[in-house]
T-cell receptor, first 111, second 113 residues
Framework: GQQVMQIPQYQHVQEGEDFTTYCNSSTTLSNIQWYKQRPGGHPVFLIQLVKSGEVKKQKRLTFQFGEAKKNSSLHITATQTTDVGTYFCAGPTSGTYKYIFGTGTRLKVLA | NAGVTQTPKFQVLKTGQSMTLQCAQDMNHEYMSWYRQDPGMGLRLIHYSVGAGITDQGEVPNGYNVSRSTTEDFPLRLLSAAPSQTSVYFC????????????FGSGTRLTVV
């Protein structure tokens, strides 16, 4: 079945450093979504990418969808303590509405 | 709007007991899903629904039943609880999941002893 892997699993950064998480799917995705989950909270939708090679920005966050639509990345510039949490990517199984989530990257920001 | 409401927030069950986790949304969303979250395992899809009367299995459906008699409600039933079902359960809904993201409920933390 479809698998969505994320690396790294954990990342500790000093406040002000950049951070990147990578998402890789075993199959081509029609779109990819990114979510953020704060410790003890629930996932919150951040953004959706649809087009091959698409790049979207939200303030310090840059999201990219690979040309082959099998991978994606989230880059945070100059991390802040408010960026702490786990970042998940999610994509639909081909031909269905089943959204499979990646394993997540847990970000810790040290002040 | 209340969004996605899950009840209860916490529950302890004995092995073999059954129970229903409730999920309700007031956003007129067609798409609803149940996920479970275990440490290091991310979110795994249990069951999902694309509208009232239509449900389908996700990645880990065994031991769980769902039904969708109304657009608003999507309860998850544990038939005979097992310690392996100890997890945090999230319900999520979307107006159009291929166009918009999911809105998640605050979760139910279930412990099976």
């Amino acid at each position: 079945g479809q698998q969505v892997m994320q690396i790294p699993q954990y990342q500790h950064v000093q406040e002000g450093e950049d951070f990147t998480t990578y998402c890789n799917s075993s199959t081509t995705l029609s779109n990819i979504q990114w979510y953020k989950q704060r410790p003890g909270g629930h996932p919150v939708f951040l953004i959706q990418l649809v087009k091959s090679g698409e790049v979207k920005k939200q303030k310090r966050l840059t999201f990219q969808f690979g040309e082959a639509k099998k991978n994606s990345s989230l880059h945070i510039t100059a991390t802040q303590t408010t960026d702490v949490g786990t970042y998940f990517c999610a994509g639909p199984t081909s031909g269905t509405y089943k959204y499979i989530f990646g394993t997540g990257t847990r970000l810790k920001v040290l002040a | 709007n209340a969004g996605v409401t899950q009840t209860p927030k916490f529950q302890v069950l004995k092995t073999g007991q059954s129970m229903t986790l409730q999920c309700a949304q007031d956003m007129n969303h067609e798409y609803m899903s149940w996920y479970r979250q275990d440490p290091g395992m991310g979110l795994r899809l249990i069951h999902y629904s694309v509208g009232a009367g239509i449900t389908d299995q996700g990645e880990v459906p065994n031991g769980y039943n769902v039904s969708r008699s109304t657009t608003e409600d999507f309860p998850l039933r544990l038939l005979s609880a097992a310690p392996s079902q100890t997890s945090v359960y999230f319900c999520a809904s979307s107006y159009s999941v291929l166009d918009y993201g999911y809105t998640f409920g605050s979760g139910t933390r279930l412990t099976v002893v």
